[in-house]
């Protein structure tokens, strides 16, 4: 293979999307909500497909995205950011905000160009900007110890100057962000903003989570929680390309439709890089999202309580997000409560039942005994073998916190906490519940 190519094992969600249905367990691991999708949004969909004669439903629409969907998305981002969004220069619909992340790498990094990303991360940035022959550049965001809450995680600003230098070209900012649940405050993202401008930095602002805020979300309900969204901070519109997701916003993981926001002088090469890759996307879903946000751009605006982004999507993911912390505490982990998002950190320190280090390798080997040479995990991180002993034994797929590092200093580090997904039905988070009664 290509050198650029790099290490070919598994991601983590193949792992342990395969984990989870080889063992069937109730699985908490991969981000996607496991019950109906809401029924405005299929119903709008299904409308389409019953409709076969209708040529901008089903054929070939425009590349850099159906005129109907940018002309919606223009009038969202221009409400959103408070900037004129234009509809055919601005933005870029894509496969998923993956392709919209790929191609803001491909598009403006060169051999050697550093790139910042803020770990832990979501995994998919490190190898994107490797392919596109960047170099990720490290900074760790903390827990102090003993904080239990996503907020508490801390940047060091003083490092994140000192990583900056002339082959620095970017900076990745995920906010909401994945894994810890963490709302940035508009302070701190007017630092990174600060920073941007002093060292004429392009930032990618991956905000698929952007909708996943209650604004009285935080458990102790002293503070407000407001999503900032990057490019609305003065002057940062000009130097942020930001990324979304259909898929993300109305609970359709599998629609797989996102896109790139920016200026026409930012977006340009992205779309140069999209009209030769994949040309266009999925026309009904195109159409079938921008009518869903057209239904709900005036209840967004003018009825909250009746919207799905403003009010109902928030309100389920809150109840949901108190359910499994609860669930979480009972069972003897300790939940780090999120600011947004669908996912919470939890410490399983206190988790007695699972074998230590030496115990699992052994029965490892015991297992596999029969192969040639035993895969022993012995460089593997302990939340690895942890969420792979949850998964084989008790039947509950998690993510473990170290996939969202990248070197194995780091790893090893940062192993004692797993990710799990709290968009699950009610269904799933009881029988998740009835498993972790049982665990300690
Ligand atoms: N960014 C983050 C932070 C994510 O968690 C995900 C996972 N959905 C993506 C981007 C990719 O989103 P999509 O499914 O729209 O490609
Ligand atoms: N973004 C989702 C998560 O963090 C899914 C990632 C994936 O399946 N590649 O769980």
Request: glycine share 4%; aromatic share 12%.
């Amino acid at each position: 293979p290509a050198e650029r190519v790099g290490d070919q094992s598994a991601s983590i969600w193949t792992e342990f999307a395969a984990l989870a249905v080889e063992n069937k367990a109730v699985n908490l691991g991969q981000g996607f909500p496991d019950g109906s999708a809401p029924k405005f949004v299929t119903d709008i969909l299904k409308k389409i497909s019953e409709k076969p004669e209708m040529v901008d439903g089903h054929q070939y629409t425009r590349g850099y995205g159906h005129p109907k969907l940018v002309e919606t998305l223009a009038k969202w981002y221009s409400y959103l950011y408070e900037v004129a969004v234009n509809a055919s220069d601005d933005i870029l619909i894509t496969v998923g905000a993956y392709h919209a992340l790929y191609y803001a790498f491909l598009a403006w990094i060169n051999e050697g160009d550093e790139v910042i990303i803020i770990e832990p991360a979501f995994d998919c940035y490190g190898p994107q900007i490797k392919f596109a022959g960047g170099v990720p550049v490290l900074v760790l965001m903390k827990l102090p110890e003993g904080a239990d809450r996503a907020c508490d995680f801390q940047i060091d600003f003083l490092e994140l100057e000192a990583k900056i230098n002339t082959k620095t070209k970017m900076i990745v900012i995920n906010n909401p962000h994945n894994p810890t649940g963490k709302l940035f405050s508009y302070s701190e993202l007017q630092r990174i903003a600060n920073l941007a401008k002093k060292y004429k930095l392009i930032v990618v602002a991956d905000e698929v989570y952007e909708f996943h805020v209650e604004n009285t979300f935080n458990v102790q309900g002293v503070w407000k929680m407001e999503m900032v969204r990057f490019a609305s901070l003065p002057g940062m519109y000009e130097r942020t390309i930001s990324i979304g997701s259909a898929g993300k916003i109305f609970s359709v993981t599998g629609w797989k439709l996102g896109w790139a926001i920016a200026p026409k002088k930012l977006l340009a090469p992205l779309k140069a890089i999209h009209q030769n890759c994949a040309s266009s996307c999925s026309t009904p879903t195109q159409l079938a999202v921008a009518e869903a946000l057209e239904y709900e751009f005036p209840k967004y605006l003018f009825r909250p309580f009746k919207s799905y982004l403003a009010y109902k999507l928030p309100k389920e993911i809150c109840k949901k997000c108190r359910k499994m912390s609860e669930m979480l505490k009972k069972a003897d982990f300790t939940p780090i409560w999120p600011d947004a998002g669908f996912f919470m950190l939890a410490d399983y320190s206190k988790i007695k039942n699972f074998p230590n280090f030496k115990e699992s390798i052994q029965e490892e080997s015991e297992a596999e005994s029969d192969e040639p040479e035993p895969q022993v995990e012995v460089e593997d991180p302990a939340d690895l073998m942890f969420a792979r002993w949850l998964c084989r034994e008790k039947k509950i797929a998690v993510i473990p916190l170290t996939a969202f590092y990248s070197t194995n200093e780091d790893k090893h580090a940062n192993d004692k906490m797993i990710r799990v997904c709290f968009f699950k039905k009610d269904e799933t988070l009881n029988k998740a519940m009835k498993v972790l009664d049982k665990l300690s």
